[in-house]
Antibody, heavy 124, light 107 residues
């Protein structure tokens, strides 16, 4: 069974850097074809893809957020870390991490499953 | 960036009725489109991938169709647990994008 869980601060101040950790089990980010991504959702609004990292350290970012983002992986700890600089109140959202299995591991390159999400509020 | 436009924004139906949700892409995504269901306070759940394939454990009343720019999610006979928000999502081009959602509510 694959599970993912997000952790990090629930409240950050404007201009601060947000660091979120996704800790997972049941999958290995050293396996060919495996990816872990971040998706966010402002309260009452739609989903927005943020970033994605693959087993081979290939990284993809949302163009609108790219200058502020860094995604890294720690295979030994089964973790993916997302950093977002210069936080603003518009970044208030629930942040989800999700598994993205490729064809090589029997998946279809879509996010499934997702973690429970963590609500991050940006406010002074 | 590929924009996914979902319609209608809200769909009001009764249990037992058939639901038809639409997702239109601003350019072709081939068949690289998925549908997710999200209930209040929960993470999204994958229903359909590559336009028409049901994900593991998804009931047969859910079906997807389409290719290119026009896609449809059908729910043949609504169960009470189907009332939720549905999102389409494309992986055909970077950046990955989601639609704005269709809320399926009880009439």
């Amino acid at each position: 069974q694959i599970t993912l869980k997000e952790s990090g601060p629930t409240l950050v101040k404007p201009t601060q850097t947000l660091t979120l950790t996704c800790t997972f089990s049941g999958l290995s980010l050293s396996t060919s074809g495996v990816g872990v991504g971040w998706i966010r959702q402002p309260p009452g609004k739609a989903l927005e893809w943020v970033a994605l990292i693959y087993w081979n350290d290939d990284k993809h970012y949302s163009p609108s957020l790219k200058s502020r983002l860094t995604i890294t992986k720690d295979t030994s700890k089964n973790q993916v870390v997302l950093s977002m600089t210069n936080m603003d109140p518009v970044d208030t959202a629930t942040y989800y991490c999700a598994y993205r299995p490729g064809v090589a591991v029997g998946g279809a390159n879509y996010f499934d499953p997702w973690g429970q999400g963590t609500l991050v509020t940006v406010s002074s | 960036e590929i924009v996914l436009t979902q319609s209608p924004a809200t769909l009001s139906l009764s249990p037992g009725e058939r639901a038809t949700l639409s997702c239109r892409a601003s350019q072709s995504v081939s068949r690289y489109l998925a549908w997710y269901q999200q209930k209040p306070g929960q993470a999204p759940r994958l229903l359909i991938y590559d336009a028409s394939n049901r994900a593991t454990g998804i009931p047969a009343r859910f079906s997807g169709s389409g290719s290119g720019t026009d896609f449809t999610l059908n729910i043949s006979s609504l169960e009470p647990e189907d009332f939720a928000v549905y999102y389409c999502h494309q992986r055909g081009n970077w950046p990955l994008t989601f639609g704005q959602g269709t809320k399926l509510e009880i009439k």
